[in-house]
């Protein structure tokens, strides 16, 4: 059975940092692409940043510089680090593996008061 369980979400002040992980099982974690995308009330869910296997990194423009996703293979675990936080980046943020089929966790809900 496949998991994708995000944690590390809350509620910080503008221009605080989170760390959100997303832990995986079920699938050959290091064989996957992973992402994380967002979706705030009223809009459509956008990716956020993605990592290949090969470690490969894209970020969405409007957290370009502020956030950073990583991963560790032998911890199955992918990463978001966000940086400088701000009340737009709030929203409910969800893990995805792709390989061969695509995967979504529950998410995490961030919240960013300013």
């Known amino acids: 059975q496949v998991r994708l369980v995000e944690s590390g979400g809350g509620l910080v002040q503008a221009g605080w940092s989170l760390t959100l992980s997303c832990a995986a099982s079920?699938?050959?974690?290091?064989?996957?692409?992973m992402g994380w995308h967002r979706q705030a009330p009223g809009k459509q869910r956008e990716v956020v940043a993605t990592?290949?296997?090969?470690?490969?990194?894209w970020y969405a423009d409007s957290v370009k510089g502020r956030f950073t996703i990583s991963r560790d293979n032998a911890k199955r675990t992918v990463y978001l680090q966000m940086n400088s936080l701000k009340p737009e980046d709030t929203a409910v943020y969800y893990c995805?593996?792709?390989?061969?089929?695509?995967?979504w966790g529950q998410g995490t809900q961030v919240t960013v008061s300013s």
């Open positions: 995805s593996a792709t390989w061969v089929s695509e995967y």
């Open positions: 079920g699938i050959s974690f290091r064989l996957n692409s």
């Open positions: 990592i290949t296997s090969g470690g490969s990194t």
